[in-house]
């Protein structure tokens, strides 16, 4: 079956511009997750969809951060005016619910890197 | 402050034998701790988790422990293939919460 699938796989871009990734989760899971993974560091929880509604965005690093999941189920992550520090991999994951031990399921990420 | 601690950034070990990643973390309110493996060019895979009330939980060749009173969780794995050479990340979730934090990750490399 289909597992998460993020476009572009690469991103390449002038700092100052404006950027959009892609989350196609895997059909039927509520939950929906962004994580960002600088060079050498673990992922880190950028924000948190249950169905439509943000649940918890408290990892955006600013304001130039911006994420939708309009009807539930694919999701774009927007960062307006890139800076060369936003160049890391931007990994979706989902699940079924939101539980602690539903299983995330990652997609391949998207790599950001901002020039 | 890394809430999530992966203190060896890589091991290498020869295959057959066994391969042990610690991790430790610093939040009492996690309770629920996972590994998850990664492959180059791809997403964090799960491999096994365990729940703040067990100790150990054992999945084939993966038994992760966990020391509550110390903070503390290892993943064992025996016999190590070549096919488990990967970097592991050590992630942690609290009750009322959805979102991993995740350790820097161990690099784990495992010669024929």
């Known amino acids: 079956g289909a597992g998460v699938s993020q476009t572009p796989s690469n991103k390449v871009t002038e700092k100052g511009k404006y950027v959009e990734l892609r989350c196609d989760p895997i059909?039927?899971?509520?939950?929906l997750y962004w994580y960002r993974q600088s060079l050498g560091q673990g992922p880190e929880f950028l924000i948190y969809?249950?169905?439509?509604?943000?649940?918890?965005d408290s990892g955006l690093p600013n304001d130039r951060f911006f994420a939708v999941r309009p009807e539930g189920s694919v999701s774009t992550l927007k960062i307006q005016r890139t800076e060369r520090g936003d160049s890391a991999v931007y990994l979706c994951?989902?699940?079924?619910?939101?539980?602690?031990?539903?299983?995330?399921?990652f997609g391949p990420g998207t790599r950001l890197t901002v020039l | 402050d890394q809430q999530v601690k992966q203190n060896s950034p890589s091991l290498s070990v020869q295959e057959g034998r066994i391969s042990i990643l610690n991790c430790d973390y610093t939040?009492?309110?996690?309770?629920?701790f996972l590994w998850y493996k990664k492959y180059p060019a791809e997403g964090p895979t799960f491999l096994i988790s365990?729940?703040?009330?067990?100790d150990k939980n054992e999945d084939g060749r993966f038994t992760v422990f966990l020391n509550k009173s110390a903070k503390h969780l290892s993943l064992h794995i025996v016999p190590s293939q070549p096919g488990d050479s990967a970097v592991y990340f050590c992630?942690?979730?609290?009750?009322?919460?959805?979102?991993?934090?995740f350790g820097g990750g161990t690099r784990v490399l495992v010669k024929p």
């Open positions: 059909s039927g899971h509520t939950a």
């Open positions: 994951a989902s699940s079924v619910w939101g539980l602690a031990s539903n299983e995330q399921f």
């Open positions: 365990i729940s703040s009330i067990k």
């Open positions: 939040n009492s309110m996690f309770d629920y």
């Open positions: 992630a942690a979730i609290g009750a009322a919460g959805n979102k991993l934090t």
């Open positions: 969809f249950q169905g439509t509604g943000a649940a918890d």
